[in-house]
């Protein structure tokens, strides 16, 4: 790609980023069950990148589609998906900090990406080994796999910590215990068990005094 259309598409991205953040929040605001909607770029990361691959070989027949030009329009979208990632996350913690989700459901769905992510693992980790017994190809699809895994659990990690700070102003869930789990979030397979556990601790979790009191005044001064 040459130096103009690259500096045009890296702004594009910024853009879109920038746009998909604004109307995650606003939407989400006005229509906070539509949090599971943008929230699904998320959820299904890993996958977008596999169907790409996967639509690109059936149609190009062949590992090279994957340079040159033919590669181009499948890393374009490819590359899109991540600015609007970037851009939910962005949302999430405004609109998580606001309160404008229940804690409940910003834990449920914390460990239902962690959960959806995990056969992306095994997939990756599969093809990788794979790979490794491939030509020199196949080193570079290892590499490709490696960096896939860790933008994902980077993401679903940082989900994490967006959910904990709502969960924490919403309902009063221990700080440190909801910081360690957030910290734990971004290692492979402790994040799914801290997700389920961390679920179940605030379904379980009863509102803290100070809490009851503040929804108490405002059910009285309506």
């Keep these: 790609m040459d130096y103009p259309y690259l500096t045009g598409f890296i702004i594009f991205m910024v853009l879109l980023a920038v746009a998909t953040g604004f109307l995650s929040y606003f939407v989400i605001k006005k229509h906070p069950k ?16 596999m169907s790409i691959i996967i639509a690109q070989l059936l149609i190009m027949g062949n590992t090279d589609s994957f340079s040159g030009e033919d590669a181009f329009v499948g890393e374009i979208v490819m590359f899109l998906v991540n600015p609007i990632c970037l851009g939910v996350l962005v949302s999430d913690f405004v609109t ?53 895994d860790l933008i994902t659990i980077a993401l679903s990690g940082t989900h994490m910590l967006s959910c904990v ?10 700080t440190a215990i909801s ?32 809490l009851k009191a503040e929804a108490a005044e405002e059910v009285s001064a309506e």
């Excluded at 539509?34 to 990148?49: A, D």
């Excluded at 700070?165 to 221990?174: D, V």
């Excluded at 789990?181 to 379980?204: E, K």
């Design 179 to 210: 910081v360690v789990a957030a910290v734990l979030s971004y290692i492979y397979c402790i994040d799914v068990l801290v997700a389920i556990v961390y679920y179940v601790y605030i379904r379980n979790l009863k509102p803290a005094p100070a």
């Design 34 to 49: 539509t949090y599971w909607i943008f929230n699904h770029f998320l959820i299904l990361y890993p996958y977008y990148y």
């Design 96 to 148: 998580n900090a606001k309160g404008h989700v229940p804690p409940e459901k910003l834990a449920k769905l914390n460990m239902i990406i962690k959960l959806v992510h995990i056969p992306a693992y095994i997939i990756h980790f599969v093809l990788g080994m794979l790979g490794t017994l491939a030509s020199i190809w196949g080193i570079g699809f290892v590499l490709w796999a490696i960096i896939i």
């Design 165 to 174: 700070i709502g969960i924490i102003k919403q309902k009063g869930a221990n």
